[in-house]
């Protein structure tokens, strides 16, 4: 084959299975076949310059930095939206268009809505001409934004060149750029091992992430994207909105799929409360709905006041700050040692619940912040996150009286030795290894629910067994009996067995998760569960050099030096040895993943088996190689249903999904 004709098909097949991963979050091949298709397209490139064009799938990372960012002026301004608080509001809006459109002469509107998430990220443009992506630019001001087509260049979700034969001759395709709760929580568990502050929220590190001058930092920092309308276009036009999402789609551009067009108000503002209830489950934030009226047609005849369309509005959710006094600063020590600040508020309600304590992340941050004793403060408490103070309230800092913003202890608040702060770092530190507040959060780590999992073992039977000194490392946990259990105050015969039984049922947790929970410095969950796969036991991941464990996806040699050295310590060699002979799984069962009798087969586990807990069941499924996930999709292969099923069992029977009861998948498994 020529070179240029095998190029073409390289080229083709990476942005298919870009598509499939990026878009569709359905990938066909895993991504050493992804980098071995990348890789000989480099080559090929490399030896043929002239066959590397702008919209090759290798020209995603790899360019050049900016010096500044360049300003541009947007074809069409980019609007923004007039809220509504409550349904109230809402059918208020549909009142106000109805008789809008009365003055200009249309009296019974034909009104289809479409109701999109918010997503609280950044608003991008991106222009392609003759199906190629010419220039990408934030919003701005609505008329001039700027130009940071380098930096959207990296982020996989945004196609380089629109998939069909025949392209428009120019299109303008908008949408939010945002960075997913996963990839946010990574970034900044990344950040803090490598002693960088650590971002507040995923819209600022969004925002802070598009721009950067050089797109190989970007690229280092997962975005993604959904698309959510076309700005200007020539040589294809739509009649609506919801016409325009099927073309972006049906092109390659990721739009939500659970976006629905409704016919009435009523079902309007359902599907506004629909979206309130699911937010918390969703993988990204968003701050409401966005209800656009969906003829074109009618868009247009209800025009604009000032930046606000009339035939769209942001239903807000409700809100999640309020305005409080910050009595004082305290600080506590985490599993590191590390000393974190937190504010002790007058009490206040927000979102729901009494807030009197809230996060302060760290002593950078607190600096920054500027959040002084004695001043009203703004406390967010978002989702099911930990509340935290944001800033002072505007008026606070005029006070002429205020407070200095508080220093670090100079000595531990738990076990009075002097504290100490390591250079290069954004934590002050206490240095004892026996600091009782540092072993209490230790164990707490070990036995919460992403780590051991052990039922009934929290942060109060944990102080109490450190008070006795029943316990001092993990390990210990194992070594409990029941005479030492009861002697505890309130700890029946019948709750020191059950303590017991969920201690020893924590002995089969996969080693991903023992690895997390063992506490080495740079390793948090998604990280403990890649090295995990990466090196499938503790005697290779402790016999690896630094170089190696930064081959493990998503840590960088700063990282992997850390956890590197975390591992050499004399106490973490010996916790390991302990939690080895006490028959804690230091090592991965089974096949690689990819390979094994269940390899490429993804179940999904709901309702109760008569036998297997569901934890038994993920842990058999993996084992041979399986995938365990939540929801029922088209890829699922099998459901597996126990008693009181509930609405996974019906998506699976509605989509044809096969479905096992216990016994089906126990044969499954001996095949
Ligand atoms: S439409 C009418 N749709 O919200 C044109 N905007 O407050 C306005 N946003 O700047 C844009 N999700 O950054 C639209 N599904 C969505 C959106 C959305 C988030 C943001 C966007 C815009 C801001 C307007």
Known sequence: MRPAERARELADQLRYHGHRYYVLDDPEIGDDAYDALLDELRALEAEHPELRTPDSPTQRVGGEPVSRLDKVTHLQPMLSLANARSEEELRAWVARMRSHLAREGIEDPDFRFVAEPKIDGL??????????????????????????????????????????????????????????????????????????????????????????????????????????????????????????????????????????????????????????????????EIDGVVVKVDDYELQRRLGAVGRDPRWAIAWKFPPTTAVTRLNDVAWNVGKYGDLHPFAQLEPVHVGGVTVKQATLHNEEDLVRKDVRPGDEVIVLRAGDVIPQVVSPAPHAVERPDRAPVPRPPERCPFCDTPTVKPEGTVFTRCPNRECPERRWQLLVHFASQGALDIDGLGEKQIAGLLERGLVRTAGDLYRLTKEQLVAIDRMGEVSAERL????????????????????????????????????????????????QIAETPGIGPIVAQIIHDSLADPQMRALAEDLRGLGLQLSVEGPPPGEGKLAEQTFVLTGTLPDLTREQATERILAQGGRVTTSVSKKTSYVVAGESPGSKLEKAERMGVPVLDEAGLLELLRD
């Open 500 to 547: 017991l039984r969920s201690i020893e049922a924590s002995k089969d947790r996969p080693f991903g998760r023992v690895l997390f929970g063992m506490g080495i410095e740079g390793v948090g969950g998604i990280t403990g569960r890649n090295l995990a796969q990466r090196f499938r036991s503790l005697d290779a991941l402790m016999a690896a050099t630094p170089e």
């Open 123 to 284: 608003a991008i443009s991106l222009l392609y001409r003759e199906g190629v992506l010419e220039r990408g630019a934030t919003r701005g001001n609505g008329e001039v934004g700027e130009d940071v087509t380098h930096n959207l260049r990296t982020i996989g979700s945004i196609p380089l060149r629109i998939d069909t034969d025949a392209p428009p001759a120019l299109i303008e395709v908008r949408g939010e750029v945002y960075m997913s709760l996963p990839d946010f929580a990574a970034l900044n568990e990344r950040r803090a091992a490598q002693g960088l502050s650590t971002f507040m929220n995923p819209r600022n590190s969004a925002a802070g992430t598009i721009r950067q001058l050089d797109p190989a930092l970007t690229a280092e920092r997962p975005l993604s994207m959904w698309c959510y309308a076309v700005g200007v276009t020539e040589g294809v036009r739509f009649t609506s909105h919801s016409e325009s999402l099927e073309w972006l789609a049906a092109h390659g551009f990721r739009v939500n799929g659970d976006v629905k067009t409704l016919g009435s108000e009523d079902e309007v503002v359902a599907q506004c409360l629909s979206w309130q209830e699911r937010r918390g489950a969703l993988d990204f």
